[in-house]
């Protein structure tokens, strides 16, 4: 695992710094304390690494790195788990080289000698953002892995195009320019996050999941270019099963091969353990392949309602793991506020990425690589709203579109008192497919879902935590979407929005909130369920064997229960989420409105203030519950603050920058159990 960075100069004019691109390295040592490399052709590219050393602990996986024959130099962040099938193939060829050491960076180059780049990408089983140079063709290219694990920005800033592994390594080329992107911000406001290809900041692109992108010396970018589009997978024939048993079999088979590649290392090794049906999955797998005791972290909440502590504990304790839990209160959380601009670099507001940061931190002082169950509910079918869009979308379809819009807005007008009402109609939580929001809460979302005229809307407004277009200001006028699809995607809504989820909100929020935080500590996370092996079959598998019964997750449901039993998983799902709602009326209601107070400058200024501390008044007082629009706000400024303040501090080295500090655990309860 590592931090990567590089500038490539798009003329013949122009030239890379090495002291520029040291100084972006130097901003991702948290990616990579274990060492920092640094190769430039002296001309037009400059190539920079940070290692965290995890397969071959030794000089010889150093990078930057040459291909046997030098014409290629590479860097990577991230794992190839095949990496030995594939140095075995070369060696069958007879195109392997002299091995100087055992990292999976060597296989990669040597494969880039013998095979060529896009089949190379095509052949590696892995989680990988890399950078290329050819320096016979004079090129540069950049790839990220087929999910999304890794994540790659990239831009121009004059005549010179910068990559790196996060936002900030951009940030500290002088070159570059801190302009924010509006539309961006405007698409944040709606979904809580940046989505692909934007960023924060205007001219700087997420390298889409899947893609590579090709940099010439003469004649620019290539454009991006997909290598595994995962809609043509999903359009392949569906599997076919004799019984469900063979279908459990299957899967079966292929995670726990997954599980096995991702348990190679050469440092410690554990899991992040929620006690649900993924995190589960994974331990039972790990417990099959190691005599060893295995390691399990998990986070926890005083408030019943939020807590799964216990249900790890006891999924621990059916495994035999050697256990550790950290309980963790408000004050935690207005610890780690300050420290989110700096791990996430753009405007984040998933309110799980504050426990999956102190729980990365956690497991970080007693491994170095954490397995986790990301994944599983987008492949499998496990969020609530698959099953609540597949019956609600027919129906709102029997309305006449124009009368959607303004039966939408009064269900989102209704006054507070609706909530007593509503939650008589929808006693259960799990039924109406929005666990964890109060009644009125639930009928704001419906409303605006129910005034979508199209599946497209429908989507993104049950995903959206509370588009308000009231908090933004200045030229920002409305919440914006990312670009609708064009077409149904999937056979069923279910499937639709499950591979919405997939090329969408699993790499852009998911998949940012686990690298960020775990890398914040120098922790890398992997992702069995995400091997591209698993994703392919979960896109084939026939509906039934996702939904069964009223059942979601069923297949996986069922290859867990042969290593579990039933009654320690089976339960309504909680999600990884705080009790943020009480929270800002109480213990965090001072810090919400001292940040509005102090709130200043150009950034703070694209959002209504105003309307902002209405709302908080309005949530402080306990008159309704607006607390999700009012934590993506709040986020926002969180980050503007910190921008402002960077922007007029002393100059500090970006290694100091860069360092997060880490918090004295507060309640850990560290247990054999």
């Known amino acids: 695992m590592c931090g990567i960075a590089g500038a490539f100069g798009s003329s013949s004019t122009s030239a890379a710094s090495v002291a520029e691109v040291q100084g972006m390295a130097n901003a991702l040592v948290h990616r990579g304390p274990d060492h920092g490399g640094i190769w430039s052709d002296g001309d037009n590219v400059c190539l920079a690494s940070r290692r965290l050393a995890i397969v071959d602990l030794s000089s010889a996986g150093h990078q930057p790195m040459h291909s046997p024959s030098a014409r290629f130099v590479v860097v990577l962040n991230g794992e190839i788990y095949n990496h030995g099938d594939l140095k075995a193939r070369l060696d069958a060829e007879g195109r392997s080289p002299i091995w100087r050491g055992g990292s999976d960076t060597e296989v990669l180059a040597a494969a880039f000698d013998a095979w060529g780049i896009e089949p190379t990408l095509k052949a590696a089983i892995g989680m990988f953002a890399i950078a290329v140079w050819d320096r016979t063709a004079r090129r540069l290219t950049l790839a990220r892995d087929r999910i999304g694990e890794k994540p790659l920005y990239y831009g121009r800033c004059g005549n010179v195009w910068l990559f790196g592994s996060e936002l900030k390594a951009l940030v500290a080329h002088p070159r570059f320019r801190q302009a924010i992107d509006r539309d961006a911000l405007s698409g944040y406001m ?13 001219g700087i692109a997420k390298l889409a999941a899947a893609c590579s992108v090709t940099l010439r010396v003469y004649g620019g970018s290539s454009g991006e270019t997909p290598y595994w589009p995962a809609l043509n997978v999903a359009r392949q024939p569906r599997l076919v099963f004799t019984d469900p048993g063979e279908a459990v079999d299957a899967l079966d ?30 331990v039972a797998m790990m417990r099959n392949r190691t005599a060893s005791r295995i390691e399990t972290f998990s986070i926890g909440f005083r408030e019943s309602s939020f807590n799964e502590a216990h249900h790890a504990a006891k999924v621990a304790r059916h495994f035999g793991t050697v256990h550790t839990e950290l309980y963790v209160d408000a004050s935690d959380v207005r610890d780690t506020i300050p420290l989110l601009p700096q791990i996430y670099d753009e405007p984040f507001a998933d309110v799980s990425q504050i426990p999956t940061f102190l729980v990365s931190q956690l497991a970080s002082r007693s491994v170095t690589v954490a397995l986790t169950g990301d994944g599983g509910d987008e492949l499998f079918g496990g969020y609530p709203r698959y099953a609540m869009g597949a019956r ?21 007008s209704a006054p507070a008192s609706i909530d007593r009402a509503f939650k008589w109609v929808f006693p259960h939580d799990e039924v109406s497919g929005l666990r964890g929001l109060r009644p009125g809460q639930k009928l ?10 199209d599946l497209d809307g429908f989507y993104w407004r049950l995903l959206a935590p509370w588009a308000d277009p009231k908090l933004l200001g200045g030229v920002l006028k409305s919440s914006r979407f990312p670009d609708p699809q064009p077409s149904r995607l999937g056979a069923t809504i279910e499937e639709d929005f ?11 929020d998911i998949l940012v909130k686990i690298d960020r935080a775990s890398m914040a500590v120098s922790l890398e996370s992997r992702a069995p369920l995400l091997d591209h092996r698993v994703v392919e079959f979960a896109l084939r598998l026939p509906h039934d064997l996702k939904f069964r019964d009223g059942t979601s997750k069923w297949l996986l449901r069922q290859a867990l229960h042969r290593h579990v039993p039933k009654h320690l998983v089976d339960r309504p ?3 990884f989420e705080m009790p943020i709602a009480s929270w800002l009326r109480g213990p965090l209601k001072s810090w919400a409105y001292d940040l509005l107070a102090s709130s200043r400058g150009e950034a703070s ?6 309307a902002l501390r209405k709302l908080l008044d309005r949530h402080a007082s306990g008159v309704g519950d607006g607390h999700q629009p009012l934590w993506t706000a709040l986020m926002y400024l969180n980050w503007a603050h910190a921008r402002e303040r960077s ?18 655990l507060v309640t850990a309860a560290a247990a054999c159990v």
Do not use: C, F, N
Request: charged residues 20%.
């Open 190 to 202: 709606a979904l809580g996050y940046v989505s692909t290809p934007a960023s924060i900041y205007s």
């Open 253 to 282: 088979t292929l995670l726990s091969d997954a599980v096995a590649r991702q348990m190679i290392a050469d440092r410690p090794l554990g899991a992040l353990l929620s006690g649900g049906i993924d995190s589960s999955s994974i």
């Open 392 to 412: 609600l979308w027919p129906a709102l379809q029997r309305v006449p579109r124009w009368l959607r819009p303004p039966i939408g807005r009064a269900m989102q």
């Open 444 to 453: 704001h979302k419906l409303g605006g879902a129910v005034g979508s005229r």
């Open 498 to 508: 499950m591979l919405r989820d997939l090329v969408g909100y699993l790499p852009d």
């Open 573 to 575: 799902k909680m999600g």
């Open 605 to 610: 200024a694209l959002l209504d203030l105003r």
């Open 647 to 664: 922007s007029q501090a002393p100059a500090r080295s970006a290694e100091t920058v860069s360092r997060i500090d880490r918090l004295p």
